[in-house]
């Protein structure tokens, strides 16, 4: 029954127990658990890819009228290991020139930094990787290292595409970076937590329900930040062969893919902890496997968005994507942010600290947010529109000024 | 032999020979990755002593920020940036001597000072060091005013930037 109710924390206490039984140091047993535990998820994330690429392929087909894998397995659910086998036997090709060391490394930093993330998304109350209190802050800093791990494949290919699609990556994952930390800091503040796991426990209503925009520009920025349509401007075929990862072959070009398939479910799993309410559900508190159900099933509704996202837009230029950011993004998270935090404090000094209240008043300042943003954004294209309607000059040849 | 101190003792190393390497690495852009495993293994030197916080604020600021705009930089200049000549002058032993007094009086200190060698308490129970960070900077009686001097000078410095950027019609 214990098993059932929480099959991992039983399986991680039975596990303590028996090597304080062998006379092992105690210090030295939670070492190894907790090794092993960071072996698991670890393991865990990236088996959980070969599902999720399957599933992306399906929905990607059937979007496009087609029946996608089919052949291996029942609804070609196996697909992806003949996929991995092959991948396996490839060859791998160091162009001449590159730098060997970075450019070996460069694969395995941007995965390890995809599956760095997992050390704190809780799965249930008490099956969470490390309760660190600076959660929110330690996804900010993971995200740095894939950064790093994008650049130096950029630069050691000693490929000019290569280099200029880590240019690319910098300026888009820099700059998509700032409205996604800003909107991290709203659940933060109506949490008044940072740690992941007690933000989860602070969600009686969701943070998605208390602040609607938040949860929109976190899901839309992470978008950029995990680079995939609409914002694959790191890798535009048609402009970049393949940006910074040309130069790669067989299982070095998978890592690469992994890590773009797991930072995708990663980024969803992360959404429906921070607004989605997490493992919380009914019976959940007393039935940690049930938030796990729970937690799995928020996530892939929200995983399931980001594919259709992915299917479904046109890719964006340069210069469209970054005035989405800076001129978009960016100042609609500014105000929230401020907004959030007055009400917040409001609440606070007039001791109205009732939950219901505190949603009414949130979810009303984010609905009066959204509204002057469509209200200013109208006005523009209003003006967008007058402009490109009035006559053009008409450039006129020189010869014929002349004649008059 | 503690597991806590055996990680101490592989992640120092680790920082000591990458700082080393930063300096006499070749290669300019080796150097900054050198940096960056240096300034990691501070990270996880602060995360030892229970200041996540800080090991965060290190990844996120010196990893994520300075070092990738220094590797930024320096990607936009030529691509093999190495000296052709010897990376020493003759002033290097100076320089070593320096270097050794500097550390036999920066040890020397910190040998007199009272805590030295002491182990690493640990937290009392229900502390939350977080807060009481976040407290001492917004009190008015520990750090409120060189933190908003230090806000005021980063408003500064941003409008200063956005204001060489600009293009002047």
């Known amino acids: 029954m214990e098993f059932l109710r929480d099959p991992i924390s039983f399986i991680g206490n039975w596990l303590e127990g028996l090597l304080l039984g062998w006379k092992m140091a105690p210090s030295a047993a939670t070492a190894l658990i907790q090794l ?10 990236l088996a959980l890819v070969i599902f999720t690429i399957w599933v992306e392929r399906k929905l990607y087909a059937r979007i496009q009228d087609r029946l996608g894998p089919n052949r291996v397995g029942p609804w070609g659910i196996f697909q ?3 996929d991995m086998i092959k991948i396996f036997t490839k060859e791998y090709i160091t162009p001449d020139g590159a730098d060997k060391v970075v450019y070996n490394l460069a694969p395995i930093l941007t995965v390890s930094a995809v599956i760095l993330l997992w050390a ?3 799965f249930a109350r008490t099956v969470v990787g490390s309760d660190v209190n600076v959660g929110v802050l330690y996804i900010v800093a993971v995200g740095a290292i894939g950064t ?9 290919s000693n490929n000019k595409y290569a280099l200029f699609g880590a240019f690319r990556t910098i300026s888009q994952m820099v700059s998509y970076e700032v409205p996604m930390v800003l909107a991290l800091l709203v659940p933060v503040l109506l949490g008044r937590t940072m740690g992941i796991n007690s933000l989860v426990e602070a969600q009686t209503v969701w943070f998605a329900v208390l602040s609607p925009l938040a949860a929109l520009l976190f899901f839309f920025s992470a978008q950029a930040e995990i680079g995939r349509a609409p914002f694959d401007l790191l890798e535009a075929e048609s402009e970049l062969v393949a940006g910074y990862q040309t130069e790669y072959s067989g299982l070095k070009f998978g890592m690469f893919y992994v890590g773009e398939f797991l930072h995708a479910f990663t980024v969803s799993a992360l959404t429906a902890s921070l607004f989605l309410g997490g493992w919380r559900g009914p019976g959940a508190e007393q039935w940690p496997i049930l938030g796990m159900a729970y937690f799995f099933v928020k996530t892939f509704i929200v995983y399931f968005f980001v594919i259709v996202l992915r299917i479904t837009m046109p890719r964006l230029r340069i210069d469209q994507m970054l005035n989405f950011n800076w001129k978009f993004l960016t100042p609609v998270a500014l105000v929230l942010l401020i907004a959030t935090a007055l009400v917040e404090k409001g609440l606070q000094l007039v001791g109205q600290d009732s939950m219901v209240l505190r949603t009414v008043v949130h979810l009303g300042m984010n609905l009066l947010i959204v509204w002057g943003t469509v209200e200013i954004l109208r006005r523009s294209a209003r003006k967008e ?5 009035e006559p053009r000059p008409v450039a006129i040849a020189p010869q014929t000024q002349a004649s008059d | 032999m503690d597991p806590l101190q055996i990680i101490f003792f592989i992640f120092a190393v680790i920082t000591l020979v990458a700082a080393f390497l930063v300096v006499t690495a070749k290669s300019l852009v080796h150097s900054a990755l050198w940096l960056i495993l240096a300034l990691f293994g501070v990270a996880v030197l602060y995360v030892l002593l229970d200041a996540g916080f800080f090991a965060a604020a290190q990844v996120l600021i010196y990893i994520g920020a300075i070092a990738i705009l220094f590797i930024f930089a320096v990607m936009l200049t030529r691509k093999d940036l190495r000296d052709a000549g010897s990376q020493q002058n003759g002033t290097w032993p100076l320089a070593a001597v320096l270097a050794v007094v500097l550390f036999a009086g920066l040890f020397f200190i910190l040998s007199s000072w009272s805590s030295f060698g002491m182990p690493k308490p640990d937290m009392p129970a229900g502390a939350n060091a977080l807060s009481d960070l976040g407290l001492a900077l917004v009190s008015a009686n520990a750090y409120l005013l060189p933190f908003e001097l230090a806000s005021v000078l980063l408003v500064a410095a941003m409008i200063g930037a956005i204001y060489v950027s600009l293009i002047k019609k």
């Open chain 1, 385 to 389: 529109r007058q402009r490109v309607s």
């Open chain 1, 120 to 122: 704190v998304i809780p």
């Open chain 1, 80 to 82: 992806t290991f003949p």
């Open chain 1, 148 to 156: 790093l791990g994008i650049i130096m494949a950029g630069w050691s």
């Open chain 1, 36 to 45: 092993l535990g960071a072996f698991i998820v670890g393991t865990f994330s």
